[in-house]
């Protein structure tokens, strides 16, 4: 089947104004969580002419030992640099055109094997909207995923057309574009001999040394890639040090993936509670058999069991079932264990096995009478909208690192990165002026982790901007003690001191911190204050004095010094 505009552009408006309705949102969004880390941190993308250097370094440069190789996605982070530097709308609209573009070749493909328009543009909208994809979408750094999904899905649409002249040059291409700009477009090599082998007619279904040949190109692109990451990573894939499971044993890894892969079955079918962060606090760390494993293992032989047995009898079924196993295997941690244990933006192209059989489904029901295509596209309508609104929702959690924090909190409550979450929280609700929101998660931090000097010393902060000065010294005192080789939290400990009148208590402070760092003008004006009010007025014109040399144009030394005489 060849391609025509007919047949590509309503589809494409259709498929375009569905990702503006259920992602629209976000194009107002800011920096968030692992966009610090890639874009606005990533000096390497901010000047185009180092753009043949992205080829030649990890995707973290700064972490190395995570072993990512993303030159196409930083690329593509370098171009919306070009055009809109540190703007995030950019970088938004960036994303939401390639899940836009995706959602076309979803159809396209599904148009292609099934030639039924009504599966094809209804597949199309279920993987637009599907929620789980919010995190690829929304969160700028989810971008990879997208990208590695548009690389396969090209290719393998190229596989498909048989009257295109050298379709395999073109698809190969494609499918190393993919692997450039993410690692888990690997797959594509499984999914086309499982899309091939289910369009074959079940009497035909054994392959010959021609058929296999074909898939050599993809092979032969396979191992170009690994040999080109290994030259610049020097490894495969992550270090076990980077990995989430680390010295865990395979008996581990696939008891404990087993429960992760129930979630992710609760996650294609309805995503009512989406996380932006999986831990062992969601899924347990799990060495031995339990019931909860069991039960897990079951239903995961249950449906691949189904997938198999569908190959001799209903073939679309098989494909829809079994993609899913095939797409999502890079990070399955069975083979090699990953940085992961359980990610929403994994999903991305997995997630189409289960449009499809919805699709599917509906498409019957949609072709029989007039009752029933009623009563399917009333189905499908609730669906998307449905879609559209726990799309919406969950938008505004990647809006601004404010609003991804509390979710984070109210999704992650028993994490042990909870403590450093409220901190962060706190630290950035006193930059909004926020102050007793901002106290109240502090103080929790500190409960949960009472050794933690930034807590401290920030609670103390937002007590003082409150004017609960008593309250804020202890917690002062507190991270003075718990760091007391800090000269600025010292410091501040001792100017707080002062104005409480506590003189002998800031003297000694500020002595040691004068013998820690000499070189700090306001702790010797602070001391010199302290030493005017206990009338020794020679040591205090001498502090004066000491501030002026390091800092002549400090007012307050000139001042203090002036009332001296």
């Known amino acids: 089947m060849t391609l025509s505009r007919t047949m590509v552009g309503f589809p494409a408006l259709v498929v375009l104004l569905a990702t503006l309705i259920c992602f629209g949102n976000s194009l107002g969004g800011e920096f968030v969580a692992d966009d610090y880390l890639v874009v606005v941190g990533n000096t390497a993308i901010q000047s185009f002419a180092s753009i043949p250097r992205l080829f030649t370094q990890s995707f973290l440069f700064n972490y190395p030992e995570h072993g990512l190789y993303r030159p196409l996605s930083n690329v593509s982070f370098a171009i919306n640099y070009l055009f809109g530097e540190l703007n995030p709308f950019g970088y938004h609209l960036f994303n939401l055109l390639i899940h836009a573009l995706n959602g076309l070749l979803v159809y396209l493909l599904a148009q292609e094997y099934t030639g039924r328009g009504t599966l094809a543009l209804s597949a199309s909208l279920l993987f637009v909207a599907h929620p789980v994809h919010t995190e690829a979408v929304s969160n700028i750094a989810g971008r990879p995923e997208m990208l590695a999904a548009?690389?396969?899905?090209?290719?393998?649409?190229?596989?498909?057309?048989?009257?295109?002249?050298?379709?395999?040059?073109?698809?190969?291409?494609?499918?190393?574009?993919?692997?450039?700009?993410?690692?888990?477009?690997?797959?594509?090599?499984?999914?086309?001999?499982?899309?091939?082998?289910?369009?074959?007619?079940?009497?035909?279904?054994?392959?010959?040394?021609?058929?296999?040949?074909?898939?050599?190109?993809?092979?032969?692109?396979?191992?170009?890639?690994?040999?080109?990451?290994?030259?610049?990573?020097?490894?495969?894939?992550?270090?076990?040090?980077?990995?989430?499971?680390?010295?865990?044993?395979?008996?581990?890894?696939?008891?404990?993936?087993?429960?992760?892969?129930?979630?992710?079955?609760?996650?294609?079918?309805?995503?009512?509670?989406?996380?932006?962060?999986?831990?062992?606090?969601?899924?347990?760390?799990?060495?031995?058999?339990?019931?909860?494993?069991?039960?897990?293992?079951?239903?995961?032989?249950?449906?691949?069991?189904?997938?198999?047995?569908?190959?001799?009898?209903?073939?679309?079924?098989?494909?829809?079932?079994?993609?899913?196993?095939?797409?999502?295997?890079?990070?399955?941690?069975?083979?090699?264990?990953?940085?992961?244990?359980?990610?929403?933006?994994?999903?991305?192209?997995?997630?189409?096995?289960?449009?499809?059989?919805?699709?599917?489904?509906?498409?019957?029901?949609?072709?029989?009478?007039?009752?029933?295509?009623?009563?399917?596209?009333?189905?499908?309508?609730?669906?998307?909208?449905?879609?559209?609104?726990?799309?919406?929702?969950?938008?505004?959690?990647?809006?601004?690192?404010?609003?991804?924090?509390?979710?984070?909190?109210?999704?992650?409550?028993?994490?042990?990165?909870?403590?450093?979450?409220?901190?962060?929280?706190?630290?950035?609700?006193?930059?909004?002026?926020?102050?007793?929101?901002?106290?109240?998660?502090?103080?929790?931090?500190?409960?949960?982790?009472?050794?933690?000097?930034?807590?401290?010393?920030?609670?103390?902060?937002?007590?003082e901007r409150l004017d609960r000065r008593d309250e804020a010294l202890k917690y002062l005192e507190d991270a003075a003690r718990m760091s007391p080789g800090d000269v600025e939290i010292r410091n501040y400990y001792a100017s707080a001191l002062l104005r409480g009148n506590q003189l002998d208590r800031a003297r000694v402070e500020l002595e040691a911190v004068i013998a820690m760092k000499p070189d700090i003008a306001e702790a010797h004006n602070s001391l010199g204050i302290v030493y005017t009010k206990q009338q020794l007025y020679e040591k205090a014109r001498a502090e004066f004095e000491a501030a002026l040399k390091i800092r002549p144009d400090d007012a307050n030394a000139i001042n203090n010094l002036q009332l001296l005489k």
């Open 150 to 463: 548009a690389g396969v899905l090209l290719a393998w649409l190229f596989h498909t057309q048989e009257r295109l002249p050298h379709r395999h040059w073109f698809s190969s291409a494609a499918y190393f574009l993919g692997l450039l700009a993410k690692e888990s477009a690997i797959v594509l090599p499984g999914v086309l001999i499982l899309a091939d082998y289910c369009a074959r007619r079940p009497s035909s279904s054994k392959y010959s040394a021609k058929d296999l040949y074909k898939y050599a190109g993809y092979f032969l692109v396979t191992a170009l890639y690994l040999a080109i990451r290994v030259a610049v990573l020097n490894r495969i894939g992550d270090s076990v040090a980077a990995t989430v499971f680390k010295d865990a044993s395979l008996q581990t890894r696939i008891l404990t993936m087993s429960l992760a892969f129930v979630r992710y079955f609760k996650l294609l079918i309805w995503p009512r509670e989406l996380m932006a962060l999986y831990d062992f606090s969601v899924i347990p760390l799990t060495p031995r058999i339990t019931l909860p494993v069991a039960f897990s293992m079951i239903i995961i032989a249950g449906i691949v069991s189904v997938g198999v047995w569908c190959l001799w009898r209903r073939r679309f079924a098989a494909f829809a079932i079994l993609f899913f196993f095939v797409t999502i295997s890079p990070v399955s941690n069975l083979v090699f264990p990953t940085g992961i244990l359980i990610a929403e933006r994994a999903l991305y192209l997995p997630v189409l096995g289960i449009c499809l059989l919805a699709a599917g489904v509906f498409a019957k029901l949609f072709e029989r009478n007039l009752a029933w295509r009623a009563i399917a596209l009333s189905c499908l309508i609730l669906i998307l909208s449905a879609a559209a609104v726990r799309d919406y929702s969950r938008n505004a959690d990647w809006f601004n690192q404010v609003a991804y924090l509390r979710g984070l909190l109210r999704t992650l409550p028993d994490s042990p990165l909870t403590p450093r979450t409220l901190e962060e929280l706190g630290a950035r609700l006193a930059v909004k002026g926020e102050y007793n929101e901002a106290l109240g998660h502090l103080k929790r931090a500190l409960e949960l982790r009472p050794n933690s000097v930034d807590a401290a010393y920030n609670a103390a902060l937002m007590l």
